[in-house]
């Protein structure tokens, strides 16, 4: 992870850059500019590894994330978008309502991964594990799905990527 510190300069302000590899050294070059009474402000985290972009801002678009492990990530709401995540495990991941149009997410794996609402609209699903996932109000539209693995998978006002709604696991009215 990396942090940018940057101090305002102006009539007896000083410039202070720091570039770090940690928060921790982030933290003690902030509490530093205080001692030294500089006026300072900490911009937002430069984060350079696109996991830690990832998991922090739940924002990676157009990201290289393949074979990355994302086991158990909570990541609702996240925009994936045309992201590579060919062979990323995301197995138990929580992506509600994320963003995953145009992703290219062969032989992934989304083992029981929570996908309701989220859109997948354009991307590659090729040989992808779905087992167990739950696709309430998911959308494929245009999706690739060739060897995609849907079994015990909940479909449940699920749009396909024929544009065809699959209620198939729908349980009660409620679902």
């Not at 922090?56 to 909570?74: F, I, M, V």
């Not at 609209?121 to 494929?140: E, G, H, I």
């Not at 693995?149 to 209620?167: E, Q, V, Y």
Request: with cysteine; aromatic share 6%; proline share 2%.
């Amino acid at each position: 992870m990396m942090f940018k510190l940057a101090a305002i300069a102006s009539n007896n302000y000083l410039f202070v850059n720091c570039w770090t590899k940690s928060m921790i050294e982030a933290k003690f070059w902030w509490v530093a500019a205080i001692m030294l009474g500089v006026q300072t402000a900490i911009s937002a985290p430069v984060l350079a590894d696109p996991i830690d972009r990832l998991l922090t801002t739940r924002s990676c678009p157009e990201c290289n994330l393949s074979n990355a492990n994302l086991d158990s990530a909570a990541l609702n709401g996240a925009n994936l978008s045309q992201s590579n995540l060919r062979a990323a495990n995301l197995s138990n991941a929580n992506l509600i309502g994320g963003n995953l149009n145009g992703a290219y997410l062969q032989n992934a794996n989304l083992y029981n991964a929570n996908l309701r609402g989220a859109n997948f609209t354009n991307a590659d699903l090729s040989d992808v594990d779905l087992t167990k996932a739950d696709l309430t109000n998911a959308r494929l539209t245009d999706a690739v799905t060739k060897g995609t693995n849907l079994r015990n998978a909940k479909l449940c006002r699920t749009i396909m990527p024929d544009n065809s709604i699959n209620n198939q696991n729908c349980r009660t009215q409620g679902d």
